[in-house]
């Protein structure tokens, strides 16, 4: 599997440049969330890290709530007959990211790829509404971090 990922930073992140992984970090997340979980070859996804303005915007348009959160997933839904291999879009917001870190006593490093296997696991259409799916969820999120190096993201220990 090949990933294709486009990375966008919002302009207002100056501030934030100290905090935001390599695009060879996101790149490795992203991959590695995705392999041997699609059938596309090359797939093609988008990542952008924003402020928290941008995500409060799009998480109360497209989710009703009126504030910043983690991560949103923009799942692509290709049209019949057409061969693309795009997956879509991941939105994650730099001070969200942060402050969870803190807050949950995990390196930033560890939460940023947590962030990204989720919104990847979201994007191939997994969910946590039921609690059956959120199990399966989490689970393959257990998976793919530690295949990363990281602990269970669901702990409040400190992640490797």
Not at 12 to 32: H, I, V
């Amino acid at each position: 599997m090949n990933l294709l990922l486009d990375t966008q930073l919002a302009d207002e992140l100056d501030a934030w440049s100290e905090y935001l992984p390599s695009a060879e970090k996101l790149e490795l997340w992203a991959s590695t969330a995705l392999l041997n979980k699609t059938d596309f070859d090359e797939p093609e996804l988008t990542i952008r890290l924003v402020e928290s303005e941008e995500s409060q915007q799009l998480n109360f348009e497209y989710r009703g709530k009126d504030k910043p959160t983690n991560v949103l997933s923009f799942p692509f839904e290709v049209p019949a007959g057409i061969p693309l291999q795009l997956l879509g879009d991941l939105v994650i917001c730099a001070p969200v990211v942060q402050l969870e870190a803190t807050q949950q006593n995990k390196t930033p490093e560890a939460h940023w790829a947590h962030m990204v296997v989720h919104g990847c696991l979201h994007l191939l259409g997994y969910d946590h509404i039921k609690d059956d799916e959120a199990e399966i969820m989490e689970d393959l999120e257990r998976q793919i971090m530690a295949e990363l190096g990281f602990s269970d993201p669901y702990t409040d220990d400190e992640a490797s």
